[in-house]
C-alpha cells in the first residue's frame, strides 16, 4: 500500500492524506476530491487526485508516479 500525498498549500511540504492505497487503484480513480486537516499547518485543505501522488509508487508501466507536474495523464 502506498500513501495519498498532497501538497500543503500553506507551507508547501508534502504531507499525507492518510489514504492509503495500491497504485493500481489510485491510477483508476476518477478525479475526485477530498478534505483533510493538515499535519503541517492545521488549516482544512481541499484536494484533488489530479494534484495528488502517491510514496513508494513503482515509476514503471510509463506513469511517472504522478507527482505534480508530471506529465502521464
Do not use: K
Request: proline fraction near 8%; hydrophobic fraction near 45%; include cysteine.
Amino acid at each position: 500500500m502506498s500513501s495519498v500525498m498532497i501538497n500543503c498549500p500553506t507551507t508547501g511540504r508534502a504531507v499525507s492524506t492518510a489514504v492509503e492505497m495500491e497504485p493500481s487503484v489510485f491510477n483508476r480513480l476518477p478525479n475526485i476530491v477530498g478534505r483533510m486537516r493538515c499535519p503541517a499547518c492545521g488549516q482544512e485543505h481541499v484536494w484533488a487526485v489530479r494534484s495528488a501522488w502517491l510514496t513508494d509508487a513503482p515509476c514503471a508501466a510509463g506513469v511517472a508516479a504522478l507527482q505534480p507536474g508530471s506529465e502521464a495523464a
